[in-house]
């Protein structure tokens, strides 16, 4: 078993940053990539942003690409979502997920709110 536990969600401005953490507890060992998607009301989940625990390759979506950055601490077991140039429609509810059978997201934290104010 996996335990996930995001923090640092809020309410911002358009145009301000803030990061996201999440932190990892339990079987571990195995992480094959952590990652963060996002649900805006109304909306499916989507995928936002991920990395590969080992080598630390990223990847994100189209729609924050030059705006958001993925990071880890391995030490910590601890991903981070930096978010820069908020936009109101960056406002979701975001999930941290991680993958350790290499076939998807096996364990999901509880999600923290983003709200971006224009």
């Known amino acids: 078993q996996v335990q996930l536990v995001e923090s640092g969600g809020g309410l911002v401005q358009a145009g301000d940053s803030l990061r996201l953490s999440c932190a990892a507890s339990?079987?571990?060992?195995?992480?094959?990539?952590m990652g963060w998607f996002r649900q805006a009301p109304g909306k499916e989940r989507e995928f936002v942003a991920r990395i590969r625990w080992m080598g630390g390759s990223t990847s994100y979506s189209d729609s924050v690409k030059g705006r958001f950055s993925i990071s880890r601490d391995s030490a910590k077991n601890t991903v981070y979502l930096h978010m820069n140039s908020l936009k109101p429609e960056d406002t979701a509810v975001y999930y941290c997920a991680i993958d350790i059978n290499r076939s998807g997201e096996d364990y999901w934290g509880q999600g923290t709110q983003v709200t971006v104010s224009s």
């Open positions: 339990g079987r571990t060992f195995r992480t094959y990539t």
